[in-house]
């Protein structure tokens, strides 16, 4: 099987109706139009501005068009042979053309899919691939969706004979003899008998190890079909986990003489895993804690375009805190961001939907802002939900990250839209200021009986295609749906921001496993988690900042996160670090005192990593620490020792400022951490984060750099205070891709070639070409007396 990758496009946004002539035939005149690199996104390249969505980032939608040509080489697709064009995803309602043929059309913006193109493909250098994305309702979602082809685009060309992709099935069995099984199905649409067939797997090992096993098939007229089943064992299997993410390489291959079929290669995980509803979670017999994060498929300036090493990156630090879990929220992802999941040591929600039959609010104008929009997904689930399921499932069932199914976040919210008369009021957990009117039982809204039958039909769907894993929906209100049925059809349910039920809920339901599937940064949510065995972990809303779900402008995105949307560290981050991980560590930070505060009393979000105050101002500082007793010190004089209070897990002080340095020494380990007053920024300074896997980040000749860019001082600290404006320059044949600083307030647009820091700090993400004839280089420079920065790529 030979793959190519479709990264260079043409592309238009269609302004008026009647803009283009036929843009889908094959000599259509595109020379007009913007060249593009896929995965793209073009709500980022526009302005933000107050007349969009707030739910959606202020930014556009529209209706465009992209189109590329590619070349089939010579004797590499002969008549007869089969060729199919796959989409990672494109949002949303897209229409694809080859050749002038029209393929059809997918209305969901996360799912992958693919057309068979065998009948309109040709050898040479003129074939055509062109897409309409429609995204006119750009209030359709409650966060930042992107509009585009913001996925990878592959075309496969193969045999006549061959093993269909959706069929095959990789099981493994746990055991003192591993094993891994593997089901498919053949598929003869030659024109003649195929003869001679020999089926075959081989598994390889991280460590040279290498199995094969192979049968004979019998003869396959033209036009059938037939079921393949193979075993391989493994002897001495390496198992896989978060902590030990072990992989084998998988490779299937049909032979008749000579190779006719080769998949890619499949990465296998062996493992096994089991949901207990007293004792929790178990991988491989072992118990384990999911400490797990939520976020969506955004990166900030890039958009919803998914660069595999941007995420790798995010997933990195994720995993410094001492994450082993994610949710896709509330959507299918990338199906590069599994792989990484497989390979990085990460535990995976895979979720499907959002809404089902009845709209959410979407909010336009700020949060819970009157009066909503009601557009989205639940216009085309009646006609779309099974196939959209089942593709996910199909897609995913193979990932040994993949360990639950969630078909649906918090479809029971109250009153949105669904109602019911055993409550005849019901507030959700983020209806802050939302009417009164709005709260009260209303018979003329749907009621919430529905979801059990809709949720059983969900369910069937997941267990046609894999029975391997537990079922469950991300409940928002238990108080009511666990009442009418709405749990009856699943193998496990979680909880979003419901802690105070935990208890009671496990002796209601004591055969069905719960877990949190969304919870606040708090730490009484954790101790749930850590003090009880049968709640198998928990899911904090968010690992990661995101666009949309403003509050109102010039707020256009959420700051839940623990890191933000360049992917930095905020000191949240460090204080779930310290929660989530067993080594000695503790962290400094500090924030003004308000007054009537006392030491400590102060919201987490509002403390920094900052020791740059005004002299004899009254500072909180708060050392998280998981050590018992922690000393402070300012310009090397003691100001006392104090015990973690354990009910917040710090230790906490006023302390009038004076310039300097702050350290905190733990008494029991030898650690310490220091915050340090700057000198004023002097500098920049230029990184390029380098990912584990270099070769990963070259895909159709481009490589993605990642460039940190910081401000410093004369002594080389991060000036955190400092947000000078910076431009960006680029040579080589270097295109630049977006600057992010992670200021959700920061309202510049992203095609700009200049921003400013935030905190001191700003990443741009650079597109380097693979062969030019001259180095690559980026260059920062800030219109003051700062002394700029040049870096080669």
Not at 40 to 67: C, I, K, M, N, Q
Not at 106 to 122: A, E, N, Q, V
Not at 210 to 222: F, H
Request: hydrophobic letters at 35%; charged letters at 25%.
């Amino acid at each position: 099987m030979k793959t190519l990758n479709l990264q260079n496009w043409k592309f238009s946004l269609e302004k008026r109706r009647d803009i283009f002539t036929d843009p889908w035939a094959p000599g259509f005149d595109d020379t007009t139009w913007q060249d593009v690199i896929v995965p793209h996104d073009w709500a980022v390249t526009f302005p933000f501005s107050r007349e969009y969505s707030s739910g959606t980032g202020y930014l556009p939608g529209g209706t465009g068009w992209y189109r590329t040509r590619f070349s089939v080489a010579a004797g590499s697709f002969k008549k007869g042979e089969k060729a199919f064009v796959n989409f990672d995803g494109v949002y949303k309602n897209s229409q694809v053309w080859c050749n002038g043929y029209y393929l059809g059309k997918r209305p969901g913006g996360y799912t992958s899919f693919r057309y068979d193109i065998s009948g309109c493909l040709h050898e040479g250098d003129d074939n055509v691939i062109a897409v309409k994305v429609s995204h006119e309702d750009f209030a359709d979602s409650r966060w930042f969706t992107g509009s585009g082809i913001h996925r990878n685009v592959t075309v496969e060309l193969h045999d006549a004979v061959y093993i269909k992709s959706e069929s095959v099935r990789v099981k493994t069995v746990v055991s003192d003899s591993p094993e891994i099984i593997v089901t498919g199905e053949v598929i003869n649409d030659a024109s003649m008998n195929a003869e001679d067939l020999r089926f075959a797997i081989t598994v390889e090992g991280e460590h040279g190890e290498k199995y094969v096993s192979e049968t004979e098939l019998p003869g396959l007229i033209p036009g059938a079909s037939m079921p393949l089943t193979l075993i391989s064992a493994v002897p001495n299997a390496k198992l896989w986990s978060a902590d030990t993410p072990n992989l084998y390489r998988l490779t299937l291959e049909l032979t008749s003489g000579e190779t006719i079929f080769k998949s890619r290669p499949i990465n296998v995980g062996i493992r096994s895993i089991r949901f207990d509803p007293d004792k929790g979670f178990f991988i491989n017999g072992k118990s384990e804690k999911l400490k797990g994060v939520c976020f969506h498929h955004d990166s900030g300036c890039l958009g919803a375009a998914f660069w595999k090493n941007v995420w790798r990156r995010r997933l990195t630090k994720l995993k410094a805190a001492g994450c082993n879990a994610v949710r896709t929220s509330h959507n299918p992802h990338s199906p590069e961001l599994y792989d990484l999941c497989d390979e990085m040591g990460f535990y995976v929600m895979d979720e499907a939907f959002d809404e089902w039959e009845g709209c959410k609010n979407k909010w336009y104008r700020g949060h819970n802002v009157y009066p909503p929009v009601h557009e989205g997904y639940y216009e085309d689930f009646p006609q779309w939900h099974e196939r959209d399921l089942a593709d996910m499932v199909i897609r995913d069932r193979n990932h040994p990250s993949v360990i639950m199914w969630s078909i649906g976040n918090e479809i029971d919210y109250p009153n949105d839209p669904y109602v019911h008369p055993l409550f005849s009021e019901m507030a959700g957990n983020n209806d802050a200021n939302k009417p009164k009117q709005e709260q009260v039982y209303n018979p003329q809204k749907p009621n919430m009986e529905r979801l059990a039958l809709v949720a059983a039909e969900l369910a069937a769907i997941v267990k046609k295609y894999d029975d391997t894993r537990p079922i469950l929906t991300a409940a928002a209100f238990p108080e009511l749906s666990s009442r009418i049925g709405f749990f009856d059809a699943l193998d496990m349910v979680g909880y979003n921001y419901k802690e105070q039920f935990y208890e009671a809920d496990h002796k209601r339901f004591p055969n069905l496993p719960i877990l949190g599937s969304e919870n606040g940064h708090h730490l009484e949510a954790w101790k749930q988690v850590r003090d009880n065995d049968y709640i198998s972990g928990q899911f904090l809303w968010t690992g990661i900042d995101f666009l949309g779900e403003a509050r109102g402008w010039p707020i256009r995105g959420s700051g839940a996160g623990i890191l933000d949307l360049a992917g930095n560290e905020k000191p949240l981050f460090y204080r779930r670090k310290i929660l989530w991980n067993d080594e000695p560590d503790l962290f400094l930070s500090a924030c003004p005192v308000r007054e009537g505060q006392k030491p400590g009393e102060v919201p987490p979000w509002e403390l920094t990593g900052s020791w740059n105050y005004h002299p004899g101002d009254l500072i909180h500082v708060v050392c998280w620490t998981n050590l018992d007793t922690v000393e402070l010190f300012l310009n090397g004089k003691s100001l006392g020792v104090k015990n973690r209070d354990s009910s917040v897990e710090y230790a906490a002080w006023i302390v009038p400022f004076e310039r300097g340095k702050l350290e905190a020494r733990g008494k029991d380990a030898q650690i310490s951490c220091t915050l340090e007053s700057n000198l004023p920024a002097s500098r920049l300074r230029l990184t390029q984060w380098q990912p584990s896997r270099k070769d990963e980040s070259q895909t159709g000749g481009w490589k993605l750099a990642q460039v940190e860019i910081e401000v410093l001082d004369e002594n080389d600290r991060i000036c955190i205070n400092e947000s000078p404006l910076i431009k960006i320059t680029l040579g080589g044949g270097a295109r630049l891709l977006g600057l992010e600083n992670g200021d959700i307030s920061d309202c510049m647009e992203y095609a700009a070639p200049y921003r400013r820091a935030f905190r001191g700090l700003l990443i741009a993400y650079v597109l380097v070409p693979g062969k030019t004839e001259g180095k690559s280089f980026i260059k920062a420079d800030v219109d003051s007396f700062f002394t700029g920065a040049m870096l080669e790529l």
